[in-house]
């Protein structure tokens, strides 16, 4: 059993940068892949970014590449999104997920793929 707890969301403004962070309890954290998925008012939620066990290894949705950066620090437990250069459509809630193993999935963009999942924390962009 992993739990997740996501805090960094907020208010910011179009051009300005946040970095959520996701602290992982339970389990060992290192033995999970982790994704950050986000879910915009009226649409269905999203991939977002993904990353393996080590860090060495991550996946981003297409249209998000060049603003978000995810990373992992397994000796706090954490993993991180960087979001630089928000826009207003940006604004959602953001999730964390871990998967059942160490490795990312074939279908690390699904998120059938992820075993657990935080509560999610808000991001909203003003124009």
């Known amino acids: 059993q992993v739990q997740l707890v996501e805090s960094g969301g907020g208010l910011v403004q179009a051009g300005g940068s946040l970095r959520l962070s996701c602290a992982a309890s339970?389990?060992?954290?290192?033995?999970?892949?982790m994704g950050w998925f986000r879910q915009a008012p009226g649409k269905e939620r999203e991939f977002a970014a993904a990353?393996?066990?080590?860090?060495?290894?991550?996946r981003y949705a297409d249209s998000l590449k060049g603003r978000f950066t995810i990373s992992r620090d397994n000796a706090k437990n954490t993993i991180y999104l960087q979001i630089d250069s928000l826009k207003p459509e940006d604004t959602a809630v953001y999730y964390c997920?871990?998967?059942?193993?160490?490795?990312?999935?074939?279908?690390?963009?699904?998120?059938?793929?992820?075993?657990?999942w935080g509560q999610g924390t808000q991001v909203t962009v003003s124009s």
């Open positions: 997920a871990a998967e059942g193993s160490q490795f990312l999935s074939a279908r690390y963009y699904s998120d059938a793929s992820y075993d657990y």
């Open positions: 990353i393996n066990w080590s860090g060495g290894t991550t």
């Open positions: 339970g389990r060992t954290f290192s033995r999970n892949a």
